[in-house]
DNA sequence: TTGTATGCGTTATCAC
DNA sequence: GTGATAACGCATACAA
């Protein structure tokens, strides 16, 4: 590898005349750098080394975004996706890395010399700030990373003191979803939820695993649909939850089928459109016709809910991660921290509710 | 910030041994290993931090992808997008951060203390390896990446002597999409492309500008469409090209402008379905419809592709992620270099094609 | 089994 | 404007 000393020794010059060359020109006189960095190009130098740079700065020069579990599971989930385009869209990375930085959600390695997680490599100074998104309440590396100081912007959840949070209202909009089936006349329901706590269960939920979710944005949601049930005299304990224990349409169609095998049912509330989306597959598959059968509403308003239909909640993702990230940078030039931020959400009817039993 | 020093300060050893504790457990006694972990937790040391592992392994634990332009430009654009579906694919980012890195194609930032661009980023160290994906021919990016050492696979383009390819058959296949419109008795072609050389040109190609295009595989496959051409006795020098100087479907729909502006054209050729879908809205603009009057014929087969209904030539962008990630980790692995890889492709007949004047 | 000493490539601080 | 020197956090050869 070239380096700094080989090039200072072939132009004659201190090593710190070579560092001054490149970032600090003014240190210089115009000759002499020009002479320099002439010198540098001969020799195939192709500048400082990052790694030496951010050793002595501190700094790595890139920012990670952290996200749930792999980056495989990452580029396939809609809302990920959104919010790593809004986060682009700052035209911030225009010429700056960004780093994902995948975080399985269990087990974290301490001694060993194997890659590093997410939570780990970003403790570790692999970023300078990072961007999360929807962690459980209780995941160690949230904790670490505010003890150690490292610049740290939470979007979705969870909510953590002193930490700038972007997310919307979910207790308020979860209450819309379930309102809008209850005033087209439907009472009994069913919800599909992801995920309630990362422990790999999926199933039927009871009301303490309810009472024990870690992830808020879940949690908040389930309130949200009991607030609304309540209001309207449907009993909640009735109500099924099913967990899918985990993102993809595959995990969402295994819930789908036990929550459809309650054939009472007439309308789901799913907490995301992809699981909005399981259930209208499994429903096909059942012979299951939407919505005079069955009425689907998601949550999201993810690219596939228009394709599909799907009256859904609109969040908006993308400008979560654009948001996100600027209040990142702000927080990385030392700005005062700025309050939470809470994004509307907006209900978009489409063609997967109607009234129960029109057909 | 907590280091090693501090840890092992504190829990009355050396810094070696703290080091030892983290990556090398078999030469400490269980016991000092563990009173060292125990101390570190107590003064929330997270482990090694990366720089400083990275200065001195020489490595710095995070895989490049080099991408075109910006990272704005990376997340909107179809194939780059499943491009990096494919290296996640591969499940060896689940703990591992993939970095990616922004290559504005023009202006070497090289004494400013300004961030990074995506290639200096490389060259300096702040991956262990790279992806790159469709650069220029003569980027000087690549040149140092070579001499410096820095494993490197580079997918579509350019074809560099000594570096791993991943790729189609570029020529042969854009032969294809001539040759259908020719057998559907189309004589009156256009051809739109999206940048022959990343100088800034939009608009009308000449054969001047043909002949020095410097991405290989535009240049590839507007030789397929001559090869075509002549093939059936039409003159090529008659067939206007047009070029977007951008990958967007606003560049796009501004050279499908120019292009559509010569009213005798049947058929408009594309070399890819951002271009494709451009000229689809364009001719909707102006009254045209597809394909009874205009046949199109797209490249890539991109998610939207199947959605527009568009005929198309289906190239497997996700594969080749996923092979040049495989090839990439196995260049660090020190195997030896794999030969290049031609991925097969395939056209696809869709409802975007037809005789000419058959309405 | 543990501690000492050295160097990885860079930058900041001096005194010149 | 320049040149020596120390320090950043860590890993390893070597000595104890």
């Known amino acids: 590898m070239v380096t700094m000393k080989d090039v200072a020794r072939a132009a004659g010059v201190s090593q710190a005349a070579v560092s001054y060359a490149y970032s600090r020109p003014e240190k210089l006189s115009e000759g002499q750098r020009r002479a320099i960095i002439e010198t540098a190009a001969r020799l195939g130098y192709a500048g400082p080394n990052s790694i030496g740079t951010s050793l002595r700065s501190g700094r790595s020069g890139a920012i990670g975004v952290m996200v749930m579990d792999t980056l495989e599971y990452a ?46 490599a970003a403790l570790r100074g692999l970023v300078d700030g990072v961007i999360v998104h929807s962690l459980p309440d209780d995941h160690p590396a949230l904790l670490t990373l505010q003890t150690r100081g490292i610049p740290m912007v939470i979007v979705d959840a969870p909510r953590l003191p002193n930490t700038p949070l972007v997310g919307i209202a979910d207790r308020a909009a979860a209450n819309e979803q379930v309102q809008h089936l209850i005033q087209l006349g439907h009472s009994r329901l069913g919800v599909i939820a992801e995920r309630l706590c990362p422990d790999g269960f999926s199933g039927i939920v009871d009301a303490k695993r309810r009472a024990g979710s870690t992830e808020r944005v879940v949690r908040e949601r389930i309130l949200g649909y009991q607030d609304a049930c309540q209001a309207a005299g449907v009993n909640f304990e009735r109500v099924p939850i099913v967990e899918a224990g985990g993102f993809s349409v595959e995990a969402g169609m295994r819930a789908a089928h036990t929550l459809l095998a309650d054939e009472d049912l007439t309308a789901v509330v799913a907490t995301s459109d992809t699981m909005a989306i399981s259930v209208l597959e499994v429903a096909a598959e059942l012979g ?72």
Chains 1, 2 share one sequence.
Do not use: C, Y
């Open 75 to 120: 580029f396939t989930d809609p809302s990920t996706r959104s919010l790593l385009e809004g986060v682009v869209q700052t035209r911030r990375f225009d010429n700056l890395a960004l780093t994902l930085l995948p975080l399985p959600h269990r087990g974290v390695p301490v001694a060993v010399g194997e890659p590093l997680s997410g939570d780990q």
């Open 288 to 359: 299951l016709h939407v919505p005079e059968d069955l009425s689907v509403v998601g949550f999201d308003d993810a690219p596939e809910a228009q394709i599909r239909g799907l009256t859904t909640i609109r969040q908006p993702m993308v400008d979560k991660g654009r948001l996100a990230a600027e209040i990142l940078f702000a927080l990385l030039r030392d700005e005062p921290k700025p309050d939470d931020i809470s994004l509307p959400t907006e209900f978009v009817q489409r063609r997967t509710t109607s009234h129960p039993g029109s057909h």
